[in-house]
């Protein structure tokens, strides 16, 4: 709407400023062409167009320079006002029409007010402008061209008529002068023809006739030569002779005797200007012989003379006839114009008297008849001009729309960002090359690239950074791929790779350097970004009937590359295709499932360490699909996760356990909480809590009897978020647990902080727990670590007794696992707890005996191991026997092992790596190998790194070997008793290395 406005202000300056111009123009060259001969002035007189070309100059250099635009319409206002006012309170002469000076004016004036406004208004985005600029200048061209054209065709029409009415008037005039002398002159030949003298009564009597028949005739009179009067008649009786009313007596005496000489009759030169008009002389020469050197003088009007020979043509008076400096006539009651007449002179009427007929064209008082019909011109200008506003702005609109249907045509298939193909573009790309490649039996690749990091730098840096960085990267793109292949923006960090003609062999070697192209540094705003990406392809024929298949299938093969770590690539096979229809049928199957309440809860209990009884139990969801049957949480949540169905999945989840506990608890089983998992997106929410205690309230449930688990992840997006979450549960009374704990990635020091009652050990450690060191040096450094910051341990997954004992031995607080119980719906979990009296499930539960003598026998031979058995039962040690040292670690878990004897060789671990573990794991133990191999390097080793205490070789000596291990017993008993505190190490005697 905004630019809509700012252009229809831009045209309302052009087109004025164009008008103003083209006016001013059209007033300059009218009036040179056209001034000395018309009517009036053509448009406008030459200073009002001056001051019009100033405007318009202003008013174009205002909408070319948007700084000065407001500062140049404030200009134009104020030169029309000084110039309109200074006519109006000066009486400065505007000239011309005065309907082209109001046009004109209200033109400039429109203008300008435009462009104050222009200057005012928002900015706009600026668009081609041609055609409504072509389209104003050619309005105004045309329109000022044919309204000047009107008016030259009217002026030349008018100064045509009126030199033709000159010429006629001035015929009239010259046969009505001509008349006169003509009478005088016949007067003087009929005289002349008499031979004898006249008398006074005949001559005063044709004085008399002539007097009668020529109304403009005052006096007639017969002179000599010499200006004697010889007869006079006048019908005003005027009482002085003819002579002295001649002022300039040489001049007439002169022309007197002229005509007297030539015997011509003629009009004088020389006029007399009276109260009632120029009056003249006519004079006839009389040959007569009694009257020889006799004159006929008649004095005219020449004024009324005129008036009487024009009279009955109104349109003659607007003539002005001079000779010399003599006016002889001038019409009257008429404004004549100071306009150079049309006609300068005529011939003169008789024996060299010159006469000036000047004729004028008319106009009427300035402020009257402004819309009259000689307004017509005007009016079709202003007409004209405004049809040329309208047709520009039609042009500018449909230029505007132009321009938006380009821009719209150009963003349905073009990313904004970027400038590269979107996923329209994308589409049709598909369908062409695919159409290209059937038609010539060759192939092409369809790569997806992803962008690895992008959301973290959004996060973090801001979306300006990211939009740089896809900038980046879609120019290294573009610069990188092969010619035969083009590149498009499919998703926010997912871009499109197309290959035209290839083979699947070069699409690596095309993939691999795009990928190092893209991992390259990015410098945006002084920072260096490093980002990873990672690409999935498939090759096709052509032969699909959807193209953009193509697309999902390189996209699958790009996430399964991304599962292989940064940097990877991976083509596409059958086998993913399958694997995504079977995500997208069980996630439908989930949605399907959560909305017919068909999920199930199952719980597992959780076994104190001390004594034995059921402290909590975990619910644990499970799903039996009608056709797939039983589906691990570890398949389905994920997609739950993903979809963001675990919000109502939890929801429920929450509800259920609560509403079961609230029937425990009727029932009459003993008060201990339900645990709950969490998913990270769940607890992000802001309604967190709430939902826990709408959760609570809807069962009447004590929110010590829930228990909250979480995992280390919730950490990483907003640490003081999550803790502020916990401490509110912990002030409603909610336990709350790590799960899965030391698998996180989130720091240690933050967990001094977190309100947090267990930590859960994950199943990962307690898998090899026994024989695993690292597994075992973990396990025991998190409970060291939760127990020095008051923290309760669990132990999940616990499934045997070696696990157990291990787990124990190291200071668990609780656990977890099928040695304890199996997962079971809520009827099975009371019967079982029925059973048992709410005690481990486990008939094992509790511990071996303890012996203070206890050996362990290792080797892989039943017969030495048997001959083994025999020889030390007899001195009373409790003898475990063994085949395999996973066994034995097994024996050293649930036992407190004081002395143990390996053989050398076995399959899959030799003695010294099987003592290597031990000592690690048991230090304390007494530790002697049998071989009848004699390796002596790897026996050195161990002796040294202390990972064995004798050393002995097949066959043994049975004495010699009882006795080593009874003083292993003792020295094992002096190093565990009380005097060894505070004493300086002294072995038994007898004992030595």
């Given at each position: 709407m905004l630019t809509i406005r700012k252009e229809g202000l831009r045209l309302l300056v052009l087109v004025p400023s164009l008008a103003v111009i083209a006016l001013s123009l059209a007033g300059l060259i009218g009036t040179q062409r056209l001034g000395g001969s018309g009517k009036d002035a053509v448009f406008l007189s030459p200073t009002f167009s001056l001051a019009l070309l100033l405007c318009g100059t202003m008013l174009l250099i205002g909408r070319y320079r948007s700084s000065m635009t407001a500062g140049m319409g404030m200009a134009v206002l104020a030169v029309m006002l000084c110039v309109l006012g200074a006519a109006w309170w000066g009486g400065l002469a505007l000239g011309g029409r005065p309907a082209a000076v109001l046009v004109a004016s209200v033109t400039a004036v429109s203008g300008g007010v435009a462009a104050v406004c222009l200057g005012r208004s928002p900015p706009s985005i600026r668009i081609l402008e041609r055609g409504s600029t072509l389209a104003a200048v050619a309005g105004v061209v045309l329109a000022v061209s044919v309204s000047y054209g009107i008016i030259e065709r009217e002026t030349i029409r008018a100064n045509q008529y009126a030199q033709a009415k000159a010429e006629q008037a001035s015929e009239r005039i010259t046969d009505a002068m001509q008349h006169f002398v003509a009478s005088i002159r016949r007067m003087g030949e009929r005289w002349s023809t008499i031979d004898h003298e006249l008398s006074g009564i005949y001559l005063e009597g044709e004085l008399e006739s002539y007097l009668r028949d020529f109304s403009s005739m005052g006096k007639i009179s017969v002179l000599d030569t010499g200006g004697d009067v010889f007869l006079s008649r006048?019908?005003?009786?005027?009482?002085?002779?003819?002579?002295?009313?001649?002022?300039?007596?040489?001049?007439?005496?002169?022309?007197?005797?002229?005509?007297?000489?030539?015997?011509?009759?003629?009009?004088?030169?020389?006029?007399?200007?009276?109260?009632?008009?120029?009056?003249?002389?006519?004079?006839?020469?009389?040959?007569?012989?009694?009257?020889?050197?006799?004159?006929?003088?008649?004095?005219?009007?020449?004024?009324?003379?005129?008036?009487?020979?024009?009279?009955?043509?109104?349109?003659?008076?607007?003539?002005?006839?001079?000779?010399?400096?003599?006016?002889?006539?001038?019409?009257?009651?008429?404004?004549?114009?100071?306009?150079?007449?049309?006609?300068?002179?005529?011939?003169?009427?008789?024996?060299?008297?010159?006469?000036?007929?000047?004729?004028?064209?008319?106009?009427?008082?300035?402020?009257?008849?402004?819309?009259?019909?000689?307004?017509?011109?005007?009016?079709?200008?202003?007409a004209f001009l405004l049809f040329t506003l309208a047709v520009a702005v039609s042009f500018r609109f449909a230029g505007i729309a132009q321009h938006r249907s380009r821009e719209l045509r150009i963003s349905a298939i073009t990313d904004g960002l970027t400038g590269l193909p979107n996923r329209c573009r994308l589409e049709q790309l598909l369908r062409d090359v695919a159409e290209y490649t059937r038609r010539h039996g060759t192939k092409f690749a369809v790569v997806s690239l992803s962008i690895n990091g992008l959301r973290l730098v959004n996060e973090s840096l801001g979306h300006t950074v990211g939009d740089a960085v896809l900038k980046e990267v879609s120019r290294r793109l573009q610069r990188d791929i092969p010619r035969n292949a083009s590149v498009a923006r499919f998703g926010d960090d997912n871009f499109i790779v197309l290959l035209y003609d290839t083979k699947e062999a070069d699409v690596a070697a095309c993939v691999e350097p795009l990928i190092a192209s893209l991992a390259r540094p990015y410098s945006v705003q002084g920072q260096n970004l490093r980002l990873t990406a990672n690409a999935g392809y498939v090759v096709s024929s052509g032969d699909v009937y959807d193209p953009m298949q193509l697309v999902m299938e390189a996209d699958i093969a790009m996430l399964d590359a991304r599962q292989g770590g940064q940097f990877a690539w991976q083509a596409h096979t059958e086998d993913m295709n399958a694997l995504v229809r079977e995500r997208l049928a069980l996630l439908n199957a989930l949605q399907s499932a959560i909305e017919s309440n068909s999920l199930e809860l199952y719980y597992q209990p959780i076994i104190s360490g001390h004594t034995g009884r059921v402290v909590a139990v975990e619910a644990l969801l499970r799903w039996r699909h009608p056709e797939l049957g039983p589906i691990a949480p570890l398949r389905f949540l994920p997609l739950a996760e993903e979809a963001g169905l675990i919000i109502p999945l939890t929801d429920w989840v929450l509800k259920t356990a609560c509403r079961d506990n609230s029937r425990l608890r009727r029932k009459g089983f003993p008060d201990f909480p339900v645990a709950v998992n969490i998913s990270p997106r769940y607890f992000s929410r802001d309604d967190f809590v709430a939902r826990i205690e709408s959760a609570l309230e809807a069962v009447s449930l004590a929110p010590k009897f829930l228990e909250i688990e979480i995992t280390e992840s919730v950490l990483l997006k907003n640490e003081g978020d999550a803790i502020t979450k916990l401490r509110d549960l912990r002030g409603l009374g909610i336990g709350t647990a790590i799960d899965d704990f030391g698998t996180?990635?989130?720091?240690?020091?933050?967990?001094?902080?977190?309100?947090?009652?267990?930590?859960?050990?994950?199943?990962?450690?307690?898998?090899?727990?026994?024989?695993?060191?690292?597994?075992?040096?973990?396990?025991?450094?998190?409970?060291?670590?939760?127990?020095?910051?008051?923290?309760?341990?669990?132990?999940?997954?616990?499934?045997?007794?070696?696990?157990?004992?291990?787990?124990?031995?190291?200071?668990?607080?609780?656990?977890?696992?099928?040695?304890?119980?199996?997962?079971?719906?809520?009827?099975?979990?009371?019967?079982?707890?029925?059973e048992n009296r709410c005690r481990a499930l486990h008939p094992d539960?509790?511990?071996?005996?303890?012996?203070?003598?206890?050996?362990?026998?290792?080797?892989?031979?039943?017969?030495?191991?048997?001959?083994?058995?025999?020889?030390?039962?007899?001195?009373?040690?409790?003898?475990?026997?063994?085949?395999?040292?996973?066994?034995?670690?097994?024996?050293?878990?649930?036992?407190?092992?004081?002395?143990?004897?390996?053989?050398?060789?076995?399959?899959?671990?030799?003695?010294?790596?099987?003592?290597?573990?031990?000592?690690?794991?048991?230090?304390?133990?007494?530790?002697?190998?049998?071989?009848?191999?004699?390796?002596?390097?790897?026996?050195?080793?161990?002796?040294?790194?202390?990972?064995?205490?004798?050393?002995?070789i097949k066959p043994w000596d049975d004495a010699e070997l009882r006795v080593k291990v009874a003083r292993a017993f003792e020295r094992y008993a002096w190093e565990k008793s009380e005097c060894m505190r505070g004493m300086e190490f002294a072995p038994p005697e007898g004992d030595s290395n």
């Open positions: 006048q019908s005003l009786k005027y009482p002085r002779d003819w002579k002295s009313d001649s002022p300039e007596i040489n001049d007439v005496l002169a022309w007197l005797s002229h005509v007297a000489t030539t015997g011509e009759a003629r009009l004088s030169s020389f006029f007399r200007e009276k109260p009632d008009g120029m009056w003249g002389f006519i004079a006839a020469a009389v040959r007569n012989p009694a009257m020889d050197g006799k004159v006929i003088v008649a004095q005219i009007n020449i004024t009324r003379a005129i008036e009487a020979a024009l009279a009955g043509d109104e349109d003659v008076a607007d003539f002005r006839i001079t000779s010399d400096n003599h006016v002889l006539y001038e019409s009257e009651n008429r404004y004549v114009s100071k306009i150079p007449p049309i006609l300068q002179q005529m011939p003169g009427l008789h024996h060299g008297s010159v006469w000036k007929m000047s004729y004028y064209l008319t106009v009427p008082e300035y402020g009257h008849g402004v819309l009259g019909l000689d307004a017509f011109p005007e009016i079709y200008l202003a996180g990635y989130s720091s240690l020091s933050y967990l001094k902080n977190l309100p947090v009652d267990k930590v859960k050990l994950d199943g990962s450690f307690i898998t090899d727990i026994v024989a695993d060191v690292p597994s075992a040096a973990i396990t025991r450094g998190i409970i060291s670590m939760a127990h020095h910051l008051d923290l309760r341990v669990v132990a999940e997954q616990v499934e045997t007794e070696a696990q157990y004992a291990f787990l124990k031995r190291s200071l668990c607080d609780e656990f977890q696992g099928h040695l304890f119980g199996r997962p079971a719906t809520l009827d099975g979990l009371m019967a079982q707890l029925a539960f509790t511990d071996h005996s303890r012996s203070d003598r206890t050996l362990l026998l290792v080797d892989d031979e039943k017969n030495v191991l048997n001959a083994l058995v025999r020889l030390f039962r007899k001195d009373g040690y409790r003898v475990y026997a063994v085949t395999d040292p996973h066994q034995a670690f097994d024996v050293l878990a649930q036992n407190e092992v004081q002395v143990i004897v390996s053989d050398q060789r076995m399959p899959g671990m030799t003695g010294t790596e099987f003592f290597s573990k031990v000592k690690d794991l048991y230090p304390d133990t007494f530790r002697i190998v049998l071989s009848g191999y004699t390796d002596l390097k790897s026996v050195t080793e161990a002796v040294n790194h202390g990972f064995i205490y004798k050393f002995f």
